[in-house]
C-alpha cells in the first residue's frame, strides 16, 4: 500500500494514540530517562508493504510532541520527507510487524522484566503459569503455561533482528531483551497496552514469588 493512498485522517489518529500511549506508559514509570520505544501500523497490511508511525530517534532532543514520531515503511525508511530519523530500534518494530501482523508495539523498560530477563537469560525464556492474567494473552486453556523468548541484548541491532525469527512465538505476544527490556504487541493500541499490562503483572508476581521461603512439608 502506498503511503499517500493513506487517509490522513488515519494518520493523526496513530499520532494521537502514540503520545497518549506515551503519557500512560510513562505515569506509570515504563518510559525511564526517555528510554523505551512506540509504534502503530496504519493502512492495510501485507507482509512487504506497509507503515507505522514509530518513536523518532531524536525524542530526547526536541519538545514539540508532532515530532516525537514519524512514518516508516517496512524496511524501517522514512515514508514521508522529514528531519526526523527512525530510533535505533525500528527495524525490530519491522520485523515484528512482519511476523505478526499486528497492530501496534511497545516497547518498556522496567524493574521486573530486567531483572527476570536476566535471571532467566541462559534458560532462553520466561515461563509463567497458572495466573489468571495469561487469559489477557489471549490464551484461555485451565492452568494455562506460556513461555515469553529472551534474546541476548546485542548492541548490533541487524543481529538482533537475526535472531528474532527463531526465538518468537507468534501465540505469545512479548519477546524480552535480556537485561534490556519487553516489546509486546496487540492487534490495537488498546490492546498492547492491556497485553503489556498483564505482562508486567505477571513478571512481578513471579518476582515476589521466588523471594518466598519454600513450604515446609
Known amino acids: 500500500m502506498n ?9 493523526q489518529a496513530a499520532l494521537s494514540k502514540l503520545r497518549g500511549v506515551k503519557e500512560q506508559l510513562a505515569a506509570r514509570g515504563w518510559l525511564p530517562a526517555m528510554s523505551g520505544s512506540l509504534s502503530v501500523r496504519v493502512g492495510s497490511f501485507a507482509p512487504g508493504n506497509y507503515h507505522f508511525a514509530v518513536t ?26 522529514t528531519k526526523l530519523t527512525p530510533g535505533d530500534d525500528a527495524p525490530v518494530h519491522a520485523k515484528i ?15 521486573f522484566n530486567n531483572v527476570l530477563s536476566e535471571y532467566f537469560g541462559d534458560e532462553g525464556f520466561v515461563q509463567l503459569q ?5 487469559k489477557a494473552l ?32 507468534t501465540r505469545v505476544p512479548g519477546l524480552l531483551l535480556r537485561g534490556h527490556g519487553i516489546y ?12 503489556l499490562e498483564a505482562f508486567e503483572f505477571m513478571f512481578e508476581a513471579l518476582y515476589r514469588s521466588l523471594l518466598l521461603p519454600r513450604k515446609q512439608t
Open 3 to 11: 503511503f499517500s493512498d493513506i487517509p490522513l485522517e488515519e494518520k
Open 56 to 81: 523518532s530517534g531524536m525524542k530526547g532532543r526536541t519538545n514539540l510532541p508532532a515530532e516525537e514520531f514519524l512514518f516508516v515503511d517496512a524496511a524501517g525508511t522514512p515514508s514521508e520527507a
Open 97 to 111: 510487524y512482519r511476523m505478526t501482523g499486528c497492530g501496534a508495539i511497545l516497547h518498556v523498560h522496567t524493574v
Open 130 to 134: 497458572g495466573n489468571e492474567l495469561i
Open 138 to 169: 489471549g490464551i484461555w486453556e485451565e492452568d494455562a503455561a506460556v513461555r515469553i523468548p529472551v534474546v541476548p541484548n546485542y548492541a548490533d541491532i541487524a543481529e538482533m533482528e537475526r535472531r528474532i525469527p527463531a526465538a518468537l512465538d
Open 184 to 195: 509486546a504487541w496487540g492487534s490495537t493500541a488498546f490492546d498492547a497496552v492491556s497485553r
